[in-house]
């Protein structure tokens, strides 16, 4: 529970509005534990992909909205392993990760095709 307190302080530091912030409290958890599960799961393993891409996404389109100086102030970074990072180095960290989900996912697409042939 200390970590949620902890993720809830760094949430209310983000440039966010209290109701989207308190929206975002909940909802991306539950969807990077859907994510989780539906990788898991080999038929719904794609659409856990699908999903994990499009958060990384949403998280990536974030921190070049920050890197570029959109938002009046720079937010807090992250909590957890990647709190030491700096804005730019997170990028690079996001990008890698976006890189795989979709290199994955291709690969995910091209041996379903490959076994309908």
Known sequence: MADFQSYKQEMNLQVFSPDFTAVLLNAIPLIEILSAILLLIK????????????LM???TGYIVLIISGYFPKTP???GGVIKAMGWKAHLIFN???LSAAILSLFIKLKLEVRDKD
């Open 43 to 54: 038929k719904t393993n794609q659409l856990g992909l699908v999903l994990s891409l499009l």
């Open 57 to 59: 996404l949403a998280f």
């Open 76 to 78: 807090c970074s992250c």
């Open 95 to 97: 990008i890698f990760f």
